[in-house]
């Protein structure tokens, strides 16, 4: 009797051959549990038994992934972010038989490009962060690589799939804290102004300060970045601003470390004299003098979506669109108190 081909299989179940494959290859949580429970009846109906020679053959795959750290984030290690991200991805590639390779691009011409990414040692993308007008942007949406943005929430337009943390709506709600505490002279340190990111939590905080009738003063605004020496050249400029201002809103954790840093060089008691609160809640953050009140962003689980979504695109042939949002908690810590009678 005739040997049933993996393609009879997938027949047999309704399903694709990439479908049929992984759940063969015990790569089960990428489909539903119906559909597991599908494709396991028809082998069992059929007698079929894979052929895992032939079938590595045919695939061309490398079951390996590639994390793209652009030049300007090429020390990672440093960057708890992108960290925590990694230990999400090697969680989910781990049991699914996949490797990680980390490429650190050392610029971003075309050439160097084709070379350190479309060699042929990868079956897809995580690309971190990428900067606004980066030529990688422009590199994914023309080569056949499945790839997936972590990070940033790109335009639709641009057709990537993206998963990030939902920076406006946590900025928002830092803001709420604030002004429910009674602060009403909030600064705000920028984040660097080639980050996606960067942008619409500045965003966030106008819309939400104007909402409450608050109108923002252009010093209260001054630009640092998502390191601690961006954060402390930004409270520098902050902590100028007369009438002083009473709370200082820093687009990350590193960014607001800064500032308490800048705070404790001028002698101005935080929270008693100014309230600081940050963005991720990275460990650094509990351990800060004092402890920073943020809003906690699941990187960790950012970092196994990206994963699933790019090992079902690689594993399906399905391309993906849109965005994932993961929404933080507000973690209250001793940085953020209510203003000083009479200076709101």
């Not at 929430?153 to 709420?176: K, N, Q, T, W």
């Not at 100014?274 to 962003?297: E, H, Y």
Request: net charge neutral.
């Amino acid at each position: 009797m005739k040997r049933p081909t993996l393609k009879q299989l997938a027949e047999e179940a309704g399903v694709s051959i990439g479908t049929a494959s992984n759940i063969l290859s015990n790569k089960t949580g990428l489909h539903s549990p119906e559909t597991v429970e599908r494709v396991l009846s028809a082998a069992k109906r059929l007698g079929y038994r894979p052929n895992r020679i032939a079938r590595s053959l045919a695939a061309r795959r490398t079951h390996t992934i590639g994390i793209v750290i652009e030049p300007q984030h090429a020390v990672f290690t440093r960057n708890p972010y992108v960290t925590a991200v990694l230990d999400g991805v090697v969680e989910l590639l781990t049991p699914n038989g996949y490797h990680l390779k980390i490429i650190t691009l050392r610029d971003l011409h075309a050439r160097t490009l084709w070379s350190q990414i479309d060699d042929g040692t990868v079956d897809g993308i995580i690309m971190v962060a990428p900067l606004i007008g980066s030529p990688l942007l422009d590199y994914f949406q023309h080569v056949h690589l499945p790839c997936v943005v972590v990070g940033s929430a790109l335009p639709e337009s641009m057709g990537f799939y993206c998963v990030d943390s939902a920076s406006h709506a946590m900025i928002r709600r830092l803001v709420e804290y604030l002004l429910g505490l009674g602060h009403r002279r909030i600064g705000f340190v920028l984040g660097p102004q080639n980050q996606w990111s960067a942008h619409q939590r500045l965003e966030a905080y106008l819309e939400t300060m104007q909402a409450q009738g608050i109108v923002v003063e252009p010093e209260w605004i001054a630009q640092g970045g998502y390191d601690q020496a961006g954060g402390f050249a930004a409270a520098e400029q902050l902590l100028r601003v007369r009438p002083r201002l009473t709370a200082i809103i820093a687009s990350n954790d590193m960014a607001a470390l800064g500032v308490l840093d800048a705070c404790a060089l001028h002698g101005v008691r935080v929270p008693k004299e100014v309230s600081v609160v940050g963005f991720d809640d990275i460990a650094l953050a509990g351990l800060a003098k004092p402890p920073l009140t943020t809003v906690r962003t699941p990187i960790h689980d950012i970092g196994l979506e990206a994963a699933r979504a790019l090992l079902h695109q690689i594993e399906t042939g399905e391309t993906l669109r849109g965005t994932k949002l993961f929404e933080g908690e507000l973690i209250v810590r001793e940085s953020a108190a209510p203003p000083q009678r009479g200076k709101s």
